[in-house]
């Protein structure tokens, strides 16, 4: 197995998040279910877009980039595959990425669908409506997944979002079969409750096949995926079907479920949970980087918490504090 240019590459939806706080009634207003994330086209973009505060901040998002964004805060080697488009946003995407210390280099879509951006209303108890719309992102192909790239990463990670468009999909099996080719490891977040429902049989598939090596996903994520109510019983066929699971709990902490092994830890405290955008975005980071430098579960739990807490603390899904700092002074990955 050759030496490792990544700790972690992850692939995903390459997105601008438009947030901002809202006064309460206003989801109910618009229609729109709190704390879900809805698919809208352009018109709803720019109506909303409209609607929202002049104090919105605008920020790179997506999911499994805010885990690379973690991933390079905690001192990790991290690189991104995403889509954008060659417009402003595909700008603002590019060079937060670079500033960060992200090595992304997917080609732009030019004379197409636009860069994406997703909208997210902060309520005043820190739970966040995300309205999206997925332009460019939707058109991430097979020709943007580079062997040398995933070869080179300890850790190849991807969204579940991911299997919604069919080319997207076909990107995500390619990678998943170079990361086994150069005997790295392949892993996926459950993404969404409403994308499991959509895919269940396929992302069990990809589980038990052993497309996948290791899965994550929050509490709502693991039972819908084994259509049950009792968490216990969900922990106990992920322990059967994946080699490793790693499990958010919000303020109960996480588990990992391994070779039959339930490990925990607790959450750590935070004064307010001010905006709880990109938490499992952020324990992604900690959790990969840690079993990427061979830490055992105990740790990778422990730093994924930890990252989870800080970017919890305040508005946005990327980290404010220097992770790696705040890790060391835990004890942990840095």
């Known amino acids: 197995m050759t030496q490792t240019r990544f700790d972690v590459l992850t692939i995903g939806n390459a997105i601008v998040d ?34 929202m505060p002049l104090g919105r901040q605008q920020i790179s998002g997506g999911s499994a980039a805010n885990t690379a964004a973690g991933v390079a805060s905690l001192g ?3 690189a991104f595959v995403g889509k954008v488009a060659d417009d402003p946003l595909g ?52 020709t943007d997944i580079r062997p040398d790239d995933i ?55 990809l589980i038990r096949s052993k497309t996948i090596d290791y899965v994550f996903a929050n509490v709502h994520e693991l039972k819908s995926l084994y259509e049950t109510d009792d968490l216990g019983t969900a922990v106990r066929a992920i322990a059967q079907d994946a080699e490793l699971a790693a499990i958010t709990m919000g303020a109960e902490g996480a588990m990992a479920v391994y070779n039959g092994e339930v490990v925990s830890v607790p959450a750590f405290a935070v004064d307010k949970v001010v905006d709880a955008t990109g938490a499992g975005d952020l324990f992604a980071s900690g959790f990969l980087l840690a079993m ?37 002074q835990h004890g942990l990955v840095g």
Not at 122 to 129: A, K, L, P, Q
Not at 152 to 175: C, H, N, Q, R, S
């Open 151 to 205: 070869g080179g990463a300890a850790i190849t990670y991807m969204e579940g979002f991911l299997w919604d468009p069919v080319e997207a999909k076909k990107a995500f099996v390619l990678a998943a079969h170079y990361a086994h080719k150069h005997e790295r490891a392949a892993a996926f977040t459950l993404s969404d409750p409403f994308c499991v429902d959509r895919y269940r049989a396929e992302f069990l598939d």
């Open 91 to 142: 700008d603002v995407f590019e060079t937060d990425l670079d500033a960060i210390g992200v090595h992304y280099n997917t080609s732009r879509l030019k004379n197409g669908a636009l860069t994406a951006r997703c909208m997210i209303f902060v309520s005043e108890d820190g739970e966040r409506t995300m309205n999206t719309y997925l332009g460019a992102c939707h058109q991430l192909t097979e």
């Open 18 to 51: 438009i947030i901002a706080p809202v006064e309460p009634g206003f989801i109910e207003r618009e229609g729109m279910n709190k704390g879900i994330m809805h698919l809208i086209d352009t018109d709803r973009a720019e109506d909303l877009y409209s609607k």
């Open 76 to 78: 990790g080697r991290a």
């Open 292 to 328: 990427a430098r061979g830490q055992n579960l105990e740790s990778a739990l422990k730093t994924g918490c930890l990252a989870a807490s800080e970017v919890i603390s305040h508005i946005g899904a990327r980290p404010q504090l220097d992770l790696q700092d705040l890790s060391r």
